[in-house]
């Protein structure tokens, strides 16, 4: 079992420790908050006074942090991760972040003979709580083969997706695939409502036709055809609309950065934009069929 530093221990950080603990590792935990800190501590961690503390002694950190600037400051920053952690520590970052950040960081481990991992995560805060989260992986081989173990200990599948930033690459590719297919599911639900078609009906056949796609059938914006959607509970989460937008607009950043026009990706991230403005940021993102109907 392996000895390991936690750096942001929020609503997915927090349960993630915690399943590191049930496995038997030993957890050095780290939060800006207190509170968090000290729940970690009360499930078995024990407690640093800094990332950098979190870090040192330890044979892999783990960290689970809001957004790219917060990444930075703690691995880059003075007496952050990089400045403390020894010789053969595995560093993996697990946030959601821009693909530059998760380039520059592992290109500044890599400077000090450290090996790092961009590992975001789907799943949610269900699948960080039961440990079956899907981590998609950037960087060597051989970090990624010293990573799986620990991975698999917070979730169920581990997928290597290729070199440093992959992992961001990936995610970002995938949600935006979901953001727009969730709003084009919505749509046509309700054009079926407005010409009289049967919301049953247009799923069953949709479901066995080329419109089939998971916003339709695993996780359907209307409620009734699937009964595990969060449509059935006045769209409580499952994933946030905020979490939505975030990710569109780190598609949208990276295909600036590329050059590449994603038009459909855009109108996804500005229609998740004035949803999340008109104050259903916290609502599932399948909501946004509210706002199609003209009722968000
Ligand atoms: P959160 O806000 O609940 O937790 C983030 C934690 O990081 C907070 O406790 C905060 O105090 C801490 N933090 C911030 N700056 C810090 C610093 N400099 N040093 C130490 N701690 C610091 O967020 P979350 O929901 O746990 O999400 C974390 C990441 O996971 C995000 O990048 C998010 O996009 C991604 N993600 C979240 C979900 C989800 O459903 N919540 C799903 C997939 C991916």
């Given at each position: 079992m392996a000895s390991i530093g936690f750096v942001g221990l929020g609503n997915m950080g927090g349960p993630m420790a915690r399943n590191l603990l049930k496995a038997g590792h030993q957890v050095k935990a780290f939060d800006l908050s207190a509170a968090a800190t000290d729940a970690a501590g009360k499930a078995g961690a024990g407690v640093a006074a800094s990332a950098g503390e979190a870090a040192k002694g330890v044979e892999a950190v783990v960290s689970m942090l809001p957004a790219g600037q917060h990444v930075r400051q703690v691995y880059?920053?003075?007496?952050?991760v990089l400045d403390s952690a020894g010789a053969g520590t595995l560093l993996i970052d697990c946030s959601t972040i821009d693909v530059d950040s998760a380039r520059a960081v592992a290109a500044a481990a890599k400077a000090k003979g450290l090996a790092m991992l961009d590992a975001p995560v789907s799943g949610g805060t269900v699948g960080a709580e039961a440990a079956t989260l899907t981590f998609m992986v950037g960087g060597e081989e051989a970090a990624f083969a010293r990573a799986e173990p620990i991975l698999k200990c917070m979730g169920k599948t581990v997928v290597h997706?290729?070199?440093?930033g992959a992992g961001q690459a990936a995610k970002i590719c995938n949600n935006m695939i979901l953001g727009i297919s969730m709003i084009a599911v919505g749509e046509a639900f309700v054009l079926a409502e407005k010409l009289g078609l049967d919301k049953q009906k247009l799923f069953d056949i949709a479901a066995k036709s080329s419109g089939q796609c998971w916003s339709l059938?695993?996780?359907?914006?209307?409620?009734?055809?699937?009964?595990?959607?969060p449509a059935n509970r006045d769209?409580?989460?499952?994933?946030t609309a905020d979490m939505m937008v975030k990710d569109l607009r780190l598609a949208q950043q990276a295909a600036q950065g590329a050059g590449l026009g994603t038009p459909l990706g855009a109108a996804a991230a500005s229609l998740y934009g004035l949803f999340c403005a008109?104050?259903?940021?916290?609502?599932?993102?399948?909501?946004?069929i509210k706002m199609i109907r003209g009722k968000g």
């Open positions: 880059t920053g003075k007496d952050g997706a290729g070199a440093a059938t695993t996780y359907c914006p209307v409620p009734g055809p699937v009964p595990t959607s769209y409580r989460p499952g994933f008109a104050g259903n940021g916290a609502l599932d993102f399948s909501g946004i």
